[in-house]
Structures are given as C-alpha cells and as structure tokens.
C-alpha cells in the first residue's frame, strides 16, 4: 500500500497518536515518503518519539519509563494510539510489554498478548530492560 492508503487506514482507525521508537536517519533509510510526512510536520497524529536503536534498548531506562506512563495516560484517556519500530518486533514488543505493564496488566497476560501479536523483545538485553520496566522476564 502506498502512503495515501496508509493514511487514509490511520484515519479510519482513529489514531491520534505515533509512538516512534525509530530515530530519523532509520526512518529516512526504510521510509523516506514517511520521514517526509514527519519532517513537514503535516502528520494528521502527535508523534512521541523515543529513537532506540535496533536490536538494543533506550539509554535511559528512567526516562523511558516516565514515557511509558505518559503513554499509558493518553490510553486511560481513551486516545487510540500506534506503536512501531522497524520491523514491528523487538523494540515493539519491549515497549508493548512496558506500556501494558504501566497499565496495571499483570506480566504473563501481557507477554501472551504481545506475543500472540508477533512482537516480543529479540534480546537479552531487551528481556533485562522489561523485567526492570515490570518486574517479571518475559
């Protein structure tokens, strides 16, 4: 699908939020028409970035989580919100698991959820990061 028909399924979804766990050179490099979108500011959604690098975790891991629950706020709220990194996998799934976690959800129900959903952390140093988010390895 092309960038009209992308926007056009983010409108009817009703997103109103991007949670954007790329940085700009990678989403220039895998996708220049939306680093573009981004660039102009025209978006018809907030973007939250929090740029982790592939395969790896955030920096800081406080802050992070500060960012979680931000995000979980705008989800209590009733905001409908889309997560992605590259491929949809590893960063996607440590965060999923982290937002679910700041949401109250209890660890295992969340893993089986985000797991049924093809994502979960791709590395040791992503399952560390969650179990420090939420207190239980996925």
């Given at each position: 699908?092309?960038?009209a028909e992308w926007l056009a399924a983010m409108r009817e979804?009703?997103?109103g939020h991007v949670l954007c766990l790329?940085?700009?050179a990678e989403i220039a490099q895998k996708s220049p028409g939306y680093a573009a979108l981004?660039?102009?500011?025209?978006a018809p959604w907030q973007v939250h970035a929090h740029p982790v690098e592939d395969f790896s975790v955030p920096?800081?891991?406080g802050a992070f989580a500060v960012w979680l629950d931000a995000q979980?706020?705008?989800l209590r709220a009733g905001e409908t919100l889309l997560l992605h990194c590259g491929a949809g996998i590893g960063r996607t799934g440590?965060?999923?698991l982290g937002?679910?976690?700041a949401l109250g959800m209890p660890p295992a129900e969340a893993a089986a959820r985000v797991y049924a959903a093809g994502s979960h952390p791709e590395t040791e140093a992503q399952r560390d990061a969650v179990a420090a988010l939420v207190g239980a390895r996925p």
């Amino acid at each position: 699908a092309g960038m009209a028909e992308w926007l056009a399924a983010m409108r009817e979804a009703g997103i109103g939020h991007v949670l954007c766990l790329n940085g700009a050179a990678e989403i220039a490099q895998k996708s220049p028409g939306y680093a573009a979108l981004l660039e102009s500011g025209a978006a018809p959604w907030q973007v939250h970035a929090h740029p982790v690098e592939d395969f790896s975790v955030p920096e800081d891991l406080g802050a992070f989580a500060v960012w979680l629950d931000a995000q979980a706020a705008r989800l209590r709220a009733g905001e409908t919100l889309l997560l992605h990194c590259g491929a949809g996998i590893g960063r996607t799934g440590m965060t999923a698991l982290g937002l679910l976690g700041a949401l109250g959800m209890p660890p295992a129900e969340a893993a089986a959820r985000v797991y049924a959903a093809g994502s979960h952390p791709e590395t040791e140093a992503q399952r560390d990061a969650v179990a420090a988010l939420v207190g239980a390895r996925p």
